[in-house]
């Protein structure tokens, strides 16, 4: 009796060690009392969307994928509006169940100007922005270097790019400009891949969708990622006219079948020129290295980027470039079906993953997590990760995680201190993150899978300062995308660079936000701007929002 009394004991004091052990490698629990707070506000700012995937049960893949969101300044009113795209009912043949009730009225797609009181308007109908389409993901940039933001909406069966008027009304251009995608569009994202100002345009593809093939195990409800073809990617060149050309096999991009989820862009190897990641399901991810030359390099996995922690072909969903650390280099966080991943940018092109020594991908290893933002939610000076979760085949509501910076790429989890809203579960999928009230914090909207979305207003308290850089090119691309912006203030530099797409399924504020702790002040801002011309301003106050215009 006593020695199975010691084997007991032994085994839960082993058991209490390796727990605190494991704790130990994720960041202090010890300040559970975070600063950071979040609240629904979607009923306040009346904006009551609700996700539809188009029949009474979930039955597809396309309908388990959900949606995504932008905010955007579409109207140049200084304030960020939301633009959030939906499913809609297609042929009987889309879904293998029998309940195939039609909602009425239909869903669409809907635009919320930002009337800037902490309220929304939908203008919707004014704007134009409602495609006869099976909608999945939303990107914005200004392609024509105009001034007034454009958007492209992509989904199944093609993609649609709304050139905006600038009288809020856009009108659909995709003939016009010489887009043309087949299949199952997804997150696609603006770059300028050969930095000549002109946005060009990459798009993602998921799988080759056969809506009439029905066999499935039961338990899994619907055929499931594999049991359909990959897809390849697609690269438009923008010809500075108006008008694209397809140069995705002249690019090498064509080279390379996947099953895209979420797309982003941005130069990890501090070359000048934006790299492409690419997360995909079920399948090694990509990385695209630009060769300066008009073509790319696949070298995810030279670069460790490819597979997961133990060499698994990964279910990434949503990738997120940021400088975690203040080095100047740019970290790459990605959301999973499994474990995310924490990719720790070298600097000798390649990345480490440290998720499982830092603690987050443990933490999370029970949820599957969707959209996802990076930002300084308390403006303390150190990157938080705000993640979502939802189930994956399933209508399974989970709760939400926020890991609270503590710098040198270390955490805390304040998921349940930061919020009821946190804690409220949904099935979530897209996310899209922006200062929408202009104050200094960033909230988010958040697409839940068949239900209403939600905002989630930023009301922490005993903040930081901040600055917000609003960036205008002249010989670069006008949205600036691909700049690349340091502040230095108290002691620090941090580095972002000014991106399209990011997470999963959406695009967020495109001002690059800045915590700066207790500075007062910016020591020195410096933008490098893709045409390669360097800008710097000295001491400059805090929060506020900076237009920087690039010189000539």
């Known amino acids: 009796m006593k020695r199975i009394f010691l084997l007991i004991f032994c085994a ?64 140049n009113s200084g304030r960020q509006s939301l633009y959030v795209v939906n499913g809609r009912p297609l042929d009987d043949s889309m879904h293998p169940f029998p309940l195939k009730d039609k909602p009425n009225p239909l869903p669409h797609n809907h635009l919320y100007r930002n009337d800037g009181n ?12 409602d ?8 990107t914005a940039g200004d392609y024509d270097n105009d001034g007034f933001e454009d958007l492209l909406v992509t989904g199944y069966g093609k993609v649609v790019l709304y050139h905006n008027d600038g009288n809020g009304h856009f009108t659909d251009v995709t003939a016009k400009a010489g887009i043309k995608v087949n299949g199952w569009a997804i997150s696609s994202t603006w770059l300028d891949y050969d930095k000549d100002g002109c946005l060009d345009l990459f798009v993602g593809r998921y799988v080759k969708f056969d809506p009439t093939y029905h066999a499935f195990y039961a338990a899994d409800n619907y055929p499931g990622p594999l049991d359909y ?15 694209f050309t397809d140069v995705t096999d002249k690019s090498g991009i064509g080279a390379y079948v996947g099953r895209t989820m979420g797309v982003t862009a941005a130069d990890f190897d501090n070359d000048g020129w934006d790299d492409i990641y690419v997360a995909n399901d079920r399948t090694e991810n990509f990385l695209f290295h630009n060769k300066h030359d008009g073509t790319f390099e696949e070298i995810a996995n030279d670069t460790d980027t490819a597979f997961g922690q133990n060499g698994e072909a990964t279910s990434s969903m949503g990738p997120v470039f940021a400088d975690f650390e203040g080095r100047g280099l740019l970290d790459l966080w990605v959301t999973d079906g499994h474990y995310n991943r924490f990719l720790h940018n070298t600097g000798s092109n390649g990345f480490e993953d440290m998720g499982a020594s830092n603690g987050i991908s443990q933490a999370n290893a029970q949820y599957v997590s969707w959209g996802t933002g990076v930002y300084d939610f308390d403006n303390d000076g150190q990157l938080d990760i705000l993640i979502f979760h939802g189930g994956l085949i399933h209508l399974i509501p989970q709760e939400h995680t926020l890991f609270r910076g503590l710098g ?22 897209g996310a899209c993150f922006a200062d929408y009230e202009n104050d ?6 958040l697409v839940n899978l068949g239900a209403g979305g939600t905002l989630l207003e930023n009301v922490s308290t005993d903040t930081g300062h901040w600055i917000e850089i609003k960036l205008v090119g002249t010989k670069s691309n006008r949205d600036g995308i691909g700049a690349r912006v340091e502040v230095f203030a108290a002691g620090k530099r941090q580095t972002a660079e000014r991106v399209a797409a990011s997470g999963y399924l959406s695009q967020n504020d495109g001002r690059l936000h800045f915590g700066l702790g207790p500075a007062t002040t910016v020591d020195k801002l410096v933008v490098r701007w893709p045409s390669g011309h360097e800008q710097t301003l000295e001491k400059l106050a805090a929060d506020r929002v900076l237009t920087v215009e690039e010189t000539k």
């Open 408 to 429: 040198n790429g270390k955490f805390e989890d304040v998921s349940r201190q930061a919020g009821q809203v946190l804690s409220n579960r949904t099935v979530a999928r």
């Open 118 to 129: 902490g309220h929304f308007t939908d203008v919707t109908e004014k704007s134009g922005l």
């Open 440 to 445: 200094g914090k960033v909230g988010a909207y």
């Open 131 to 138: 495609p006869d389409m099976y909608s999945v993901a939303v």
């Open 12 to 75: 839960l004091f082993f058991a209490r060690t390796a727990s605190a052990a494991q704790a130990g490698t994720a960041a202090p629990q010890a300040s559970l009392h975070s600063s950071i707070r979040f609240e629904d506000a979607s009923d306040k700012a009346g904006i009551r969307f609700t996700h539809s995937f188009g029949s009474r049960q979930l039955g597809s893949l396309l309908e388990g994928t959900g949606a995504g969101c932008v905010w955007f300044d579409y109207d």
């Open 229 to 243: 073809a990959g897809e390849t990617n697609m690269l438009f060149h923008n010809n500075c006219d108006g008008t």
